[in-house]
């Protein structure tokens, strides 16, 4: 069953790179476009990110029975305000 989908917003694109460069060195996803969805170790994440309206859309769509969602939104939250200051998050629909 899939998580929640998170929705960021006042995501710039230098947040984006930042993002993109975070998500390959912790969990080994890669990503060279806007939009897609990659698998990890029983984890597969789907992602949307519009440069134009500055908004970011990540979801958790598959992952072990074993690991709550909960935890999955919050290691996602937590990565996505790494890499952007507090002031940011403002805003934010999750």
């Not at 519009?50 to 029975?65: G, N, R, T, Y």
Request: hydrophobic share 35%; glycine share 6%.
């Amino acid at each position: 069953m899939p998580c929640d989908k998170l929705t960021f917003r006042n995501f710039t694109k230098a947040h984006w790179i930042c993002l993109v460069q975070m998500a390959a060195e912790h969990f080994g996803i890669c990503t060279s476009s806007n939009c897609g969805e990659e698998s990890q170790k029983g984890f597969t994440v789907k992602w949307g990110y519009d440069p134009a309206s500055q908004v970011l859309e990540i979801q958790c769509v598959d992952k072990p029975f074993v690991v709550p969602c909960k935890l999955i939104n919050l290691r996602i939250e937590k990565l996505v305000n790494d890499c952007r200051p507090p002031s940011a998050s403002l805003g934010d629909s999750t």
